[in-house]
């Protein structure tokens, strides 16, 4: 995938998989997962699919609503918020609320 990607052909576990993707959009993933401070691409892209799986209900809404209050508290623009609220506010997400 990338230059830094390793590969441990010794584990049976890990399967490699290939996957097209525009030219653009690798490159706002490389941009991405170097911002965010992934070892590499594989690594950020196992984090996110796997995030995927596991909270599947979760709406792109929700997503910009958590990307939307992370810059504005990075900002000082916005309220500190709970894990707990937060975790209700995921769960209203759900219901459609």
Request: hydrophobic letters at 30%; aromatic letters at 8%.
């Amino acid at each position: 995938m990338s230059g830094t990607d390793t590969t441990n052909s010794d584990d049976p576990e890990m399967v490699q998989i290939n996957l097209r993707l525009s030219r653009s959009f690798l490159e706002d993933i490389d941009e991405t997962w170097k911002e965010e401070g992934f070892n590499s691409r594989s690594e950020f892209l196992r984090y996110v699919a796997r995030d995927a799986v596991k909270h599947p209900g979760f709406s792109r809404e929700g997503w910009k609503q958590i990307a939307t209050v992370e810059h504005e508290r990075r900002t000082g623009e916005s309220e500190s918020f709970s894990r707990a609220e937060i975790l209700e506010l995921m769960d209203h997400e759900g219901d459609g609320e």
